[in-house]
């Protein structure tokens, strides 16, 4: 299967910073990337789906301001949590698609104290 | 609204059994489902796949099985391992083989494989 990387696995930041994630499509080329975000004991839910070189789509619900997102490579999308608060905190998880198969990164731990 | 259901939160088998597990959607615009397996901390690990056009596809000791009418798939692990114990999730999308689509997970099923 495809590979992606995502930076960092875990974070820790005071309230009101802002955090930065990055997902990397390691052997293939990534045009669409997802993030997701998922809470303790519950199913994987799609922030916002992150389009290459083009403005990403954000789910009903997801602030598209709280959570920017750039695409600026077929590579690499970023994920940016401005002025993060506790209820921010959560696992942050990208993937990248080949042929209708979504591959994921390990995952970001997110922690706002 | 939750599109895909996985109404089962646990099972346990033991080592060599097969494992069986369930997933519902409620949308017949669904075209192409997916099975992921996740540890915690960690991305969903992709298994296994199936188009809305067979009713059965099958890689190793991975077999998806694909009810159209009663809007059902299974997936089957046959023997299990203890290493396959981890939370199974059931994806699913539309417009197969169009553009890239979003995925809708279920619930999850977390699997105890028993040595």
């Known amino acids: 299967g495809a590979v992606v990387s995502q930076h960092p696995s875990w974070v820790i930041c005071k309230s009101g910073t802002s955090v930065k994630i990055e997902c990397r499509s390691l052997?293939?080329?990534?045009?669409?990337m997802f993030w997701y975000r998922q809470f303790p004991k519950q199913s994987l839910m799609l922030m916002a789906t992150?389009?290459?070189?083009?403005?990403?789509?954000?789910e009903q619900g997801v602030e598209k301001d709280k959570f920017l997102i750039n695409h600026a490579s077929l590579t690499l999308s970023t994920l940016t949590v401005t002025s993060a608060h506790p209820e921010d905190s959560s696992f942050y998880i990208c993937?990248?698609?080949?042929?209708?198969?979504?591959?994921f990164g390990a995952g970001t731990r997110l922690s706002v104290l | 609204d939750q599109q895909v259901k996985q109404n089962s939160p646990s099972l346990s088998v033991q080592e060599g059994r097969i494992s069986i597990r369930n997933c519902d959607y409620t949308n017949s615009m669904f075209d192409y489902f997916l099975w992921y397996k996740k540890y915690p901390a960690e991305g969903p690990t992709f298994l296994i796949s199936?188009?809305?056009?067979?009713d059965k596809n099958e890689d190793g000791r991975f077999t998806v099985f694909l009810n159209k009418s009663a809007k059902h798939l299974s997936l089957h692990i046959v023997p299990s391992q203890p290493g396959d114990s981890a939370v199974y999730f059931c994806?699913?999308?539309?417009?197969?083989?169009?553009?890239?689509?979003?995925?809708?997970f279920g619930t999850g099923t977390l699997l105890a494989v028993q040595p």
């Open positions: 992150s389009n290459e070189g083009s403005k990403a789509t954000y």
């Open positions: 199936i188009s809305s056009i067979k």
């Open positions: 994806a699913a999308s539309k417009n197969y083989g169009g553009a890239t689509n979003k995925l809708i």
């Open positions: 993937s990248g698609a080949v042929k209708n198969i979504q591959y």
């Open positions: 052997d293939f080329q990534a045009t669409t």
